[in-house]
């Protein structure tokens, strides 16, 4: 059994202000890459209105993601946490990796903007539930106070 509150505390150890983003952003994606059955945990970060790939851990992965595309760019569009419990039947999916099938997005807002989402990707169906859309919530909420 995952130790989600665990998670959370160590995710608040590396929320430094002091440090750019992408370091902050480079730790957390580690710390995510903790959860149990998972195989990618990163960020993409809003540019232009196009997200970017940022920090992450896992395998390569897209670079580029527009508004409303697939589950990252849907999330961006829509402001919300997106949990796909088979990315086959998600209209428009961005295959990144074959080895993925299910999948959860948080939106990170700064001033009630989107600056990016968190990804996670796993490699078996319904693999993410509401106790780790409360934990990605908390963080995006914890990584919205950097400086971005």
């Given at each position: 059994?995952?130790?989600?509150?665990?998670?959370l505390?160590?995710?608040?150890?590396?929320?430094?202000?002091?440090?750019?983003?992408?370091?902050?952003?480079?730790?957390?994606?580690?710390v995510?890459?903790?959860?149990?059955?998972i195989?990618?945990?990163?960020?993409?970060?809003?540019?232009d209105?196009?997200?970017?790939?940022?920090?992450f851990?896992?395998?390569?992965?897209?670079?580029?993601?527009?508004?409303?595309?697939?589950?990252?760019?849907t999330?961006?569009?829509?402001?919300?946490?997106?949990?796909?419990?088979?990315?086959?039947?998600?209209?428009?999916?961005?295959?990144?990796?074959?080895?993925?099938?299910?999948?959860?997005?948080?939106?990170?807002?700064?001033e009630?903007?989107?600056?990016?989402?968190?990804?996670?990707?796993?490699?078996?169906?319904?693999?993410?539930?509401?106790e780790?859309k409360i934990?990605?919530?908390?963080?995006?909420?914890l990584?919205?106070?950097?400086?971005y």
């Amino acid at each position: 059994m995952q130790d989600y509150q665990l998670l959370l505390e160590q995710a608040k150890t590396h929320i430094d202000n002091t440090l750019p983003f992408y370091t902050v952003l480079s730790n957390i994606s580690a710390v995510l890459n903790q959860l149990d059955d998972i195989n990618w945990a990163g960020f993409y970060l809003v540019k232009d209105d196009t997200l970017y790939l940022g920090p992450f851990q896992g395998e390569v992965a897209c670079t580029v993601i527009k508004k409303g595309k697939g589950v990252c760019g849907t999330s961006f569009q829509k402001e919300e946490t997106i949990i796909v419990p088979d990315v086959n039947k998600f209209p428009g999916h961005i295959a990144c990796s074959s080895k993925s099938k299910s999948e959860i997005v948080t939106p990170i807002f700064k001033e009630s903007k989107v600056i990016g989402v968190i990804d996670i990707d796993a490699p078996i169906y319904d693999r993410f539930h509401e106790e780790e859309k409360i934990l990605l919530e908390e963080i995006a909420k914890l990584l919205s106070s950097i400086n971005y």
